[in-house]
Every structure is written in C-alpha cells, then in structure tokens.
C-alpha cells in the first residue's frame, strides 16, 4: 500500500516520548516519501494556558496552527524529521483529543494516523488510553500506537 499523507498527532503528554515518535514516523516516511502531518491538538483550557504562556495579543488573532508551531513539543519534533528529510507541515486544533485527530486525519487524507501513549502496568497493558482508543476506534485509516519506555 502505498502512503502519500501521514498524520503524527501529540499533544501535552507527548513531550518525554519526541525521539520514539520521530523515529516511528521517519522509518515510515522516508521510504515512502510520504508528507507528514504533524499536529498537536490542545484542549481549551491547555490552548489558553499556552496561549498565555506565549504572551499574545489577547485581541489579536492567532490560528490553532501557529501555536502549534511554537510548541516545544512540535519544535522537537520538526528538528528530528529535519534532520531525517522528512518532508512536513504543522497544524493545531483545538477541542477533544481524540475527534480532533479523527477530524483531522479525514481532513487531511491520512493513509496512517501514529499517537503515542504511555507504558502501561501488566493488567493495563490491554487498555489504551481514552484518546489513542478513540482515535484507534474511529480514524478512517490504520492507526500505529507509539508507546514510551
């Protein structure tokens, strides 16, 4: 099968597991020469806070992809895919994790959508958690779980 559009989609608890990630995403991509569509989605109260952080114009307008671009989280993540010709582009969204990213992987295309999630006890190991199992559940293409540790 052949992959034109990959969808990488983080968000806040993503930032210890950048390496794994691009290194998932990259050993798919390049082979492919597939684009990728790397995106973090935030939830309204994480989007104010960054927003904050980040010290906006409160009345100016700013898009859900800028702030994903200036995310550190995203930032890591396009040096790795740099540095291994990845070719890609950011976007932000903003609202429920796990509809967000099955939004955005119809929107986009995505022939495979990649999440990560985190190392989970002997008894967990069955269970995803609430966002990877939605998006595993109801993305319209297959979904790789990149988990940490």
């Not at 995203?74 to 291994?84: I, K, Q």
Request: glycine residues 10%; charged residues 25%; hydrophobic residues 40%.
């Amino acid at each position: 099968m052949a992959l034109d559009t990959i969808l990488l989609a983080v968000g806040p608890g993503d930032a210890d597991r950048t390496e794994r990630l691009a290194t998932a995403v990259a050993d798919v991509a390049v082979p492919t020469g597939a684009q990728v569509v790397l995106a973090h989605v935030f939830t309204d109260e994480e989007y104010d806070q960054v927003l904050d952080q980040l010290d906006y114009d409160p009345s100016g307008e700013i898009r859900p992809d800028e702030v994903a671009a200036r995310h550190a989280t995203v930032r890591e993540l396009e040096r790795a895919f740099d540095d291994a010709g990845v070719t890609y582009t950011v976007r932000g969204r903003v609202g429920p994790h796990g509809e967000r990213i099955v939004d955005l992987a119809e929107e986009v295309g995505a022939d495979q959508v990649f999440v990560g999630g985190r190392k989970r006890s002997p008894a967990g190991k069955a269970v995803f958690g609430s966002t990877a199992q939605a998006v595993m559940l109801n993305a319209p293409c297959p979904v790789t779980f990149v988990r940490s540790g």
